[in-house]
């Protein structure tokens, strides 16, 4: 028998992954069919074969991943055509378990696979705990998936089922992976039609069927499990026309700006308060934030009631929700700041717990927020009636420890000791004045005890003082003397003051305790993200942060943590084990990479690979994951506290953003070395393709007209050739000396040969090289007198000044007189070249220094622009300074700036070479 069904497509803007996803994640994402129903046995399975071998017609890979046919010949009939994938064995306490093998599906890749029953809860040691998530990395990979589901597991209204079918089934799935499917099927089959088929015994339920049939198979379960499935199918569609009507711009049919406020409570109403906002937010497509307040008199709640406030803030998370923890004396008053806050339209709250004059006397929490709150719509949800057959067993928890969480205050024993020992004391104090001063002194003196003692110890011990206080006062001073009884009513008055006083200052002082250690959290979680928000600002290599972001995530957080980034490859680059903390070398490696690989926390405390000891967080960047962070934390609770996992978010947000920022400079400085080799290099090249082209085609033309025509060749004529080639071939020697000289000086392989040197001799030694140049020049030299000797490398020196006499021959007109110059001061020696040629450009005096770089790129002069670059390396070389400024009246001036040694000591002429002292 075919089922019928009705199909939906991708609803509105909470459900539809396209607007869930962006384009391109959807473009890569698998599509997911699940075939929903109101029980078993309507042909969700049968229905997903049948849709199943349609699409196989349609070409294509499809792959049975696992489907049960629960002894049904018709399901067995189907999967005969279809390829199945074979199932993995899991052994568990002697039991040979068969699960679905997802790595075995992710190696094939089909187009479509098929996943029976999607709430089911995968074996112990399987990589996730549920096998929703295992379809979940399905998609993730880009394989489509078919499944089925039934209306009770979905987690929103497995509560509702329970209550009307008297069973509770626990296997379930978050409303998100229903709502973020691209279809759902919905697979009908009216009630009568459903038990008929389970009296001919085509639906098969092993070990269950008879209590099945008594429990939940009635026929009024079944009608009201039919319309829950029809409801949430209809809510689908009706997302769908509505999510149509708005792209095609048809009419606005829906106000945006609906924010709904759950506010729970430690009580057995906060999972159900939980589910009602979920269905609520979901209906009216509104953000929703479930708050729970912490008052003083909450945080002296036993660690076991805080711990299931935790838990049902977690679920909250899974459901959608933002979660936040609200501190205040004042319930009331933290609620409705924090509604104003966020611009929340509606307030969902548990019906008052206290009745008659208990509520009119004590006042109501849900009571005061209405009559204070008038732009706010109210939804009260009653309480459960208590039924033992339904009462949900308790939710396994974590053993969290309870370190971090403020515990009920205790006295101890001090605080009752002094509750007994203060109203003696007073009594010792007032009895000498018992004659000086009135009843009502005297019971001020108590007074001030019980007062002391409530402010130091607390209630208890205030209490206990009150109640010796009245016996003592009574028998001490109370008329009649040494007699319990109290005849004046005044007297009575004043105790039941002290005694309320003793009240009212112990909740006090307990209400200021408490808020002060709230806020002592709150500064030192503001301090730690200060502290390593400086800390990494200043950090310039990755290394760094690392090392720093380590040292505050063991601070804050407790336990060992590690930090792992990314390759080169892109891979996750694992640390040696030695620079691992000890605690975390045995930690699953392959765990840290398929976080990175999915960008998905894992670990213990999670849904995901919870048996593993540590907590895997990914680091995920602007554009891809770039590392990862393992935590093994001292205390689940110091991390899944609401206020620390959102301290955690902030520091790894932070981590993430430095090593970016790390990596940004360290791209731009590549960047910039490239650039900078490519400008070198292409002036390398302009240079050479201009002071290389003209002598080496000098030196053909001479050296081809000496093959051609060396006989007719005069010798006049022979000689010039000859001396032609030679010229040129000088020029040549010398540019290649030059880019020698440059590339050994920048990289250091030039060692000075430091002597004492009379600067006279290093002049006139540059001057006789550039005799020939300088004859038609007027040079004028002047040293001053005294000069001592210099502790130079004379070759690199005299080079210097050549270079510079030989650009002011260059580019200076022919008979200009030049003129060196020296200053001697007393730590530096100023040597000075100085011309009368056109000068410098203002602003260009440092960009001379550059290589390559010369101020005309085309010239009559040759030249590839080293000369003055290597000038200025053999004066740094020395520990030296150049530059180069225009004159007054035209020219340049080149001054070299060197440090004066100590004066050379008196030594023989062999000694001469020895370094200074």
Not at 20 to 31: F, I, K, M, Q
Not at 306 to 320: F, I, Q, S, T, W
Not at 618 to 641: D, K, M, N, T, Y
Not at 821 to 841: C, F, H, W
Request: proline share 5%.
């Amino acid at each position: 028998m075919s089922p019928s069904g009705a199909s939906t497509r991708s609803p509105n803007a909470n459900a539809s992954p396209a607007r869930a996803l962006g384009a391109e994640a959807r473009r890569r994402r698998g599509r997911l069919k699940i075939f929903f129903g109101a029980a078993d046995g309507v042909g969700k399975t049968y229905a997903m074969l049948l849709a199943a071998k349609e699409r196989n017609r349609d070409g294509g890979e499809t792959l049975v991943g696992i489907v049960e046919t629960h002894g049904s010949k018709e399901i067995a009939e189907l999967l005969e055509n279809l390829e199945s994938l074979p199932r993995k064995i899991v052994l568990q306490r002697g039991l040979s378990l068969q699960e679905f093998d997802l790595d075995q599906a992710l190696a094939r890749r089909p187009s479509l696979i098929l996943v029976d029953e999607l709430a089911h809860s995968n074996a112990p040691g399987a990589r996730h705990r549920k096998r929703w998530q295992d379809v979940k990395e399905l998609l993730d990979a880009g394989i489509d998936v078919y499944t089925t589901l039934n209306v009770q597991h979905l987690e929103s209204l497995h509560e509702d089922v329970g209550n009307i079918t008297g069973i509770r089934g626990w296997e379930t799935v978050p409303d998100t992976v229903f709502d973020e499917a691209d279809e759902v099927e919905l697979v009908d089959l009216p009630p009568d039609a459903l038990l008929a088929r389970l009296a001919q015994g085509k639906v098969c339920l092993p070990r269950q069927e008879e209590r099945a049939n008594r429990h939940f198979f009635r026929k009024g379960n079944l009608i009201a499990l039919r319309e829950l499935a029809l409801r949430r199918t209809a809510e689908r569609v009706d997302a769908e026309m509505r999510e149509y009507r708005s792209d095609h711009a048809i009419r606005k049919v829906w106000q945006a700006g609906e924010r709904i406020l759950v506010c729970v409570g430690p009580d057995s109403r906060a999972e159900r308060l939980v589910w009602a906002g979920k269905r609520l937010a979901s209906s009216l497509h509104a953000a929703w934030i479930v708050a729970y307040v912490e008052t003083p008199k909450l945080q002296r709640l036993p660690p076991t009631q805080r711990d299931e406030v935790l838990r049902v803030l977690r679920l909250a998370e899974r459901l959608g929700a933002d979660t936040a923890t609200l501190s205040g004396p004042d319930m009331t008053e933290a609620i409705l700041d924090f509604a104003r806050e966020h611009n929340t339209t509606k307030l969902v709250m548990g019906k008052p717990g206290r009745k008659g004059w208990r509520r009119w006397f004590l006042g109501s929490v849900v009571d005061s927020v209405i009559s204070r709150a008038h732009d706010i719509n109210f939804y009260l949800l009653g309480s459960e009636p208590e039924d033992a057959s339904l009462a949900e067993p308790a939710a396994a928890l974590e053993q969290l420890d309870s370190g971090l969480a403020p515990t009920a205050d205790r006295a101890g024993y001090a605080g009752y000791f002094w509750g007994i020992v203060t109203p003696h004391l007073c009594t010792l104090i007032a009895w000498p004045l018992r004659n000086h001063i009135g009843s009502a002194s005297i019971l001020m003196v108590y007074l001030l005890g019980v007062f002391l003692l409530a402010t130091r110890y607390g209630l208890g011990p205030s209490l206990l003082a009150c109640l010796l206080t009245a016996p003592a006062f009574a028998f001490f001073f109370a008329p009649p003397i040494f007699s319990f009884a109290i005849s004046d009513t005044q007297n009575l008055i004043g105790l039941a003051v002290m005694t309320l006083v003793a009240v009212i200052t112990s909740n006090l002082m307990q209400n200021v305790r408490s808020q002060a250690k709230i806020a002592a959290f709150r500064e030192r979680r503001a301090a730690a993200l200060y502290g390593l928000s400086k800390e990494l600002a200043g950090a310039r290599e990755e290394e760094d942060i690392v090392d720093i972001a380590v040292r505050h995530v063991q601070g804050e957080f407790g336990g060992s943590a590690a930090l792992l980034l990314r390759n080169e490859k892109g891979e996750l680059a694992y640390p040696t084990a030695e620079s691992l903390p000890a605690p975390l070398r045995g930690i699953d490696l392959r765990v840290a990479q398929w976080v990175f690989k999915h960008g998905q926390v894992a670990g213990k405390g999670t849904d995901t690979l919870s048996e593993d000891r540590a907590i895997y967080i990914p680091l995920c960047g602007s554009q891809e994951a770039i590392g990862l962070l393992a935590l093994e934390p001292a205390s689940l609770r110091r991390v899944f506290l609401p206020e620390q996992r959102r301290l955690l978010e902030t520091f790894c947000n932070q981590i993430v953003q430095a090593l970016e920022r790390v990596q940004s400079a360290e791209r731009a400085k590549n960047a910039s070395i490239r650039a900078e080799t490519e400008a070198l290099r292409n002036s390398l090249l302009g240079s050479l393709s201009h002071d290389l082209r003209t002598p080496l085609t000098n030196i053909v033309g001479a050296s081809g007209a000496l093959v051609v025509n060396d006989a007719s060749l005069q010798p006049e004529d022979r000689r010039e050739l000859n001396r032609a080639i030679h010229e040129e071939a000088l020029r040549m020697s010398d540019l290649t000396s030059k880019l020698l000289d440059m590339a050994r000086l920048e990289g250091g392989e030039i060692a000075l040969d430091r002597q004492w040197y009379a600067l006279e001799e290093i002049v006139g030694s540059a001057l006789g090289q550039l005799e020939k140049p300088l004859q038609d020049r007027p040079v004028t030299v002047r040293l001053p007198e005294g000069v001592p000797l210099v502790w130079v490398d004379a070759v690199l020196l005299q080079q210097v000044l050549v270079n510079l006499l030989d650009n002011a021959v260059k580019y200076t007109p022919p008979g200009s007189p030049i003129d060196i110059t020296a200053e001697l001061s007393p730590y530096r020696l100023t040597i000075a070249v100085e011309d009368r040629g056109p000068g410098i450009p203002a602003g260009m005096e440092q960009k001379l220094f550059d290589k390559f770089y010369r101020l005309q790129a085309e010239s009559a002069q040759s030249g590839v622009g080293l000369g003055l670059a290597i000038c200025r390396a053999a004066v740094q070389a020395h520990g030296g300074e150049m530059s180069v400024e225009s004159r007054q009246g035209g020219g340049a001036a080149f001054s070299l700036t060197l440090p004066v040694q100590k004066d050379p000591p008196p030594m023989a002429e062999e000694d001469a070479s020895e370094e200074p002292p």
